[in-house]
């Protein structure tokens, strides 16, 4: 192992709680083209059995760090080409250890435009920079006036050139520059104002026309919005350091003096104290307030993608209804409601479109054409989308149900977000070329009910809709990051070789969409697989991608009964040692979880496989082919309560968490717009982090506090202890940083507009929900 690779396993080691000898492992895993599934699952003697959540970790500051070393590369080779690499220069470049700090150090010598300094200098004002400095009993003016020429009209010419030569100086030392960063960092104050006369334009963003706080607090959903209200001209935002102190002189200015010995009453000392407010305010304040900016923006978009993708992960790892005949519609009310009926495979049976609302009015003939196909196709389960015309249709088909004998189908109603994007997606066409775009919509929202994470593979993750501000942060880490959750996910649970489509298959450890469809293809000309040993006849899948994928794909009653398991086909040798000892056949043994736990895992050690996959290989032939996902359970939505007109404070309701997000979590209960569980409302404790207490897809018990038709706004509590006026600066104050106002600036003195910092915190929580509910 190279020097750099042991110092990247020691460092990234040290971050996600591991040994260097785990990380150096995982680390040359991942390079030989090893995926996070397979590691995760498979390699666990390797690793020490890191986690998938370390190894993902391990990956993106593995990438990190050799962009790191990559850049520190070309930094030497610059300054190496200059003739200014220096032993201790060389070191200083060598010991840097984030980008920031790498391009302080860098910035003396990094090729640019010619500057006001370099002019200076070319113009021979060098040495009255050098002599300003090192005589600073002498007058500044008097030093200058030997520097008079053609070029340098006169004193104040010859000191400003000075000036810039000093300033750059100051403004290019790296020790400095990152003192203040650190400073700023800790003191800074970011400031929104509404730009003139775009008050009414702009008032979704009311909040923030007149709002302050620590930059050091400012949550991920605030900074956001707050940088939409930039970009779309409606505010502006500022950086503020030391506003409220009263000394003459500011702390930075004070750094900047200390770090050249300034701040004596000789002449010099006063003129260069003069230079270094000046360079403080000119030059490295604009510096940095970008800095802090763009740091503002990468830390919220970091925590926005990190809540995108724990949400999507719960979205895709929600229950699944499983193999059963389903309806889907998807509602509409002029267009009509579009039908699609799909058996337990997931095999389109029967379409149609009804319409039961203005202008037709044919509420009877669509019930009874519903009724016939869910007799016909013996239908257990009905999906409803939940967008425009949800609520009627749903009310429509209860109506219709109470008619019908029992068994009835149960109905549901089901997330759509997302499947418009599929209808009109090549994946879509590829699988129902013949079918109107209107009516695989239908597909999509029954097939999700059947098997959430099968049907949405389908759609681009970021497409699905359960993240805040997804379209104003980076898209290629976003991407990134949720093609990393849904490559989990699905190796999580595991695909059926034989009816997954290939968009699953794509998914799986070490495949592809090419092989993918190559699977498909082999499987189509060639029949079901009996075997995953028969995957290696696939055009172009080798030994090595077998290796990769053969454990997270499922064959049910094939010829090898393990082949159903999750253990790796390189590991059968072991299992059937282990269903050896127990003197059964394989078949029988599965599931027997009372001979299996009689076993002692110690015995079938080998010099390959350790005690981790000897214990995995037990527990999965005690429950084999076992689904990580909770079981299925649904909401059931108040009756009568149909629209937010309807709803009252007090009332308890029954809904779907359909997002969550920093400052609490979304709840759909069945009136077209989601109501807000703000986080001090999640339960009768403080609670950091929404997360803990629900996620996407829990059916939950809420109470209404308010609600606010005009702005579209419901207010929803789970707490327990009769709050229902509780509010969200109560947890806030408490020190918490889980409430919106928890991490709010608390410096003393007025603020513009005479709103006191308590109104900023109060306001706040409006933010929130006026930004929260644009999604709706």
Request: glycine share 10%; charged share 30%.
């Given at each position: 192992m190279t020097t750099d690779a042991k110092r990247h396993a020691a460092l990234i080691a040290t971050e996600i709680g591991a040994r260097p000898e785990q990380a150096a492992a995982a680390i040359a895993l991942l390079d030989e083209g090893a995926t996070v599934p397979f590691i995760a699952r498979y390699r666990k003697e390797v690793?020490?059995?890191?986690?998938?959540?370390?190894?993902?970790?391990?990956?993106?500051?593995?990438?990190?760090?050799?962009?790191?070393?990559?850049?520190?590369?070309?930094?030497?080779?610059?300054?190496?080409?200059?003739?200014?690499?220096?032993?201790?220069?060389?070191?200083?470049?060598?010991?840097?250890?984030?980008?920031?700090?790498?391009?302080?150090?860098?910035?003396?010598?990094?090729?640019?435009?010619?500057?006001?300094?370099?002019?200076?200098?070319?113009?021979?004002?060098?040495?009255?920079?050098?002599?300003?400095?090192?005589?600073?009993?002498?007058?500044?003016?008097?030093?200058?006036?030997?520097?008079?020429?053609?070029?340098?009209?006169?004193?104040?010419?010859?000191?400003?050139?000075?000036?810039?030569?000093?300033?750059?100086?100051?403004?290019?030392?790296?020790?400095?520059?990152?003192?203040l960063r650190g400073y700023m960092k800790e003191r800074a104050f970011?400031?929104?104002?509404?730009?003139?006369?775009?008050e009414e334009a702009g008032a979704k963003f009311s909040d923030y026309f007149d709002h302050v706080e620590r930059w050091s607090g400012v949550p991920s959903h605030r900074a956001l919005a707050m940088l939409r209200g930039r970009n779309e001209d409606v505010l502006s935002l500022d950086i503020e350091v030391d506003a409220d102190d009263p000394s003459p002189v500011k702390p930075p200015v004070r750094m900047v003096a200390e770090a050249y010995a300034l701040g004596g009453d000789l002449p010099g000392d006063r003129w260069l104290m003069e230079v270094a407010g000046w360079t403080w305010r000119v030059k490295l304040f604009l510096h940095l307030t970008l800095d802090l900016m763009r740091d503002l923006r990468e830390q919220a978009e970091e925590e926005a993608i990190r809540v995108f993708a724990r949400n999507l992960k719960d979205l895709l790892l929600a229950a699944p209804a499983g193999s059963r005949s389903t309806m889907g519609l998807d509602p509409g009310i002029r267009t009509g409601v579009k039908v699609a009926v799909v058996d337990g495979t997931g095999k389109l049976v029967a379409t149609t479109t009804v319409y039961p609302f203005p202008p037709r009015n044919d509420v009877r003939g669509t019930q009874a054409e519903l009724a016939s196909l869910i007799r016909k196709h013996n239908v257990e389960l009905v999906a409803i989308g939940n967008g425009?015309?949800?609520?009627?249709?749903?009310?429509?088909?209860?109506?219709?149900?109470?008619?019908?004998?029992?068994?009835?189908?149960?109905?549901?109603?089901?997330?759509?977000?997302?499947?418009?994007?599929?209808?009109?997606?090549?994946?879509?066409?590829?699988?129902?070329?013949?079918?109107?775009?209107?009516?695989?919509?239908a597909v999509s929202i029954a097939r999700r009910l059947q098997d959430p994470l099968a049907e949405l593979v389908k759609i681009e993750p970021k497409s699905i809709g359960v993240g805040q501000y997804q379209h104003d942060v980076d898209q290629y880490r976003l991407a990134k990051a949720l093609d990393a959750v849904v490559e989990d996910a699905v190796n999580a649970v595991g695909v059926d070789l034989n009816t997954a489509s290939a968009s699953l298959l794509a998914r799986v450890s070490g495949l592809g969409a090419s092989l993918a469809e190559a699977i498909v293809a082999h499987r189509n000309t060639n029949g079901a697989f009996s075997s995953r040993k028969e995957l290696l006849e696939v055009t172009?899948?080798?030994?090595?991608?077998?290796?990769?994928?053969?454990?997270?794909?499922?064959?049910?009653?094939?010829?090898?009964?393990?082949?159903?398991?999750?253990?790796?086909?390189?590991?059968?040798?072991?299992?059937?040692?282990?269903?050896?000892?127990?003197?059964?056949?394989?078949?029988?043994?599965?599931?027997?979880?009372?001979?299996?736990?009689?076993?002692?895992?110690?015995?079938?050690?080998?010099?390959?496989?350790?005690?981790?996959?000897?214990?995995?290989?037990i527990s999965e032939l005690e429950k084999p082919g076992r689904d990580p996902r909770p079981a299925f359970r649904t909401a059931t939505f108040a009756e009568g309560i149909d629209d937010i007109k309807d709803l009252k404070p007090g009332m308890s309701l029954e809904g779907t968490v359909t997002?969550?997000?920093?400052?609490?979590?979304?709840?759909?209960?069945?009136?077209?717009?989601?109501?807000?569980?703000?986080?001090?409302?999640?339960?009768?404790?403080?609670?950091?982090d929404a997360h803990e207490v629900v996620k996407a897809g829990d059916?939950?018990?809420?109470?209404?506090?308010?609600?606010?038709?005009?702005?579209?706004?419901?207010?929803?509590?789970?707490?327990?202890?009769?709050?229902?006026?509780?509010?969200?600066?109560?947890?806030?104050?408490?020190?918490?940083?889980?409430?919106?106002?928890?991490?709010?600036?608390?410096?003393?003195?007025?603020?513009?507009?005479?709103?006191?910092?308590?109104?900023?915190?109060?306001?706040?929580?409006?933010?929130?929900?006026?930004?929260?509910?644009?999604r709706k």
């Open positions: 690793t020490g059995a890191l986690d998938d959540t370390q190894l993902r970790m391990l990956s993106e500051r593995l990438s990190y760090l050799r962009d790191l070393d990559a850049r520190r590369e070309t930094i030497l080779g610059s300054i190496r080409e200059q003739g200014k690499l220096t032993e201790e220069l060389e070191l200083k470049i060598v010991s840097a250890v984030t980008k920031a700090e790498l391009e302080d150090i860098y910035l003396p010598y990094k090729p640019k435009r010619r500057t006001k300094a370099e002019i200076a200098r070319e113009r021979g004002l060098g040495p009255l920079a050098e002599a300003i400095l090192a005589e600073r009993a002498a007058e500044p003016a008097k030093l200058a006036e030997s520097y008079i020429t053609e070029e340098i009209a006169d004193v104040k010419a010859a000191l400003e050139g000075a000036r810039d030569i000093i300033a750059e100086q100051f403004a290019e030392n790296a020790d400095l520059v990152g003192r970011l400031r929104s104002r509404v730009v003139d006369g775009k425009t015309g949800s609520r009627e249709t749903e009310k429509l088909v209860a109506e219709m149900l109470g008619d019908m004998p029992a068994p009835k189908p149960l109905k549901v109603v089901v997330s759509e977000a997302g499947a418009s994007v599929y209808s009109a997606s090549e994946t879509a066409a590829a699988e129902f070329p013949d079918l109107d775009v209107s009516l695989r919509g172009r899948l080798g030994q090595r991608t077998f290796e990769q994928c053969a454990g997270f794909l499922r064959i049910p009653n094939g010829n090898e009964p393990l082949d159903a398991s999750s253990v790796h086909p390189e590991a059968y040798g072991v299992a059937r040692r282990i269903v050896s000892a127990c003197g059964r056949d394989v078949r029988a043994l599965m599931g027997d979880s009372g001979a299996l736990k009689a076993l002692d895992p110690r015995v079938f050690v080998d010099e390959r496989f350790g005690l981790p996959t000897v214990r995995d290989i997002n969550v997000a920093a400052f609490g979590a979304f709840v759909d209960i069945g009136v077209h717009q989601d109501g807000l569980v703000h986080v001090s409302q999640l339960a009768d404790r403080f609670v950091k059916v939950v018990k809420v109470r209404v506090l308010e609600v606010d038709v005009k702005r579209k706004r419901i207010s929803l509590s789970m707490r327990k202890d009769g709050d229902a006026g509780g509010r969200p600066q109560q947890q806030a104050r408490s020190g918490g940083k889980g409430g919106h106002q928890s991490q709010q600036a608390q410096r003393g003195g007025g603020r513009s507009g005479g709103q006191s910092r308590e109104q900023a915190s109060q306001g706040s929580f409006g933010a929130a929900l006026a930004e929260a509910f644009k």
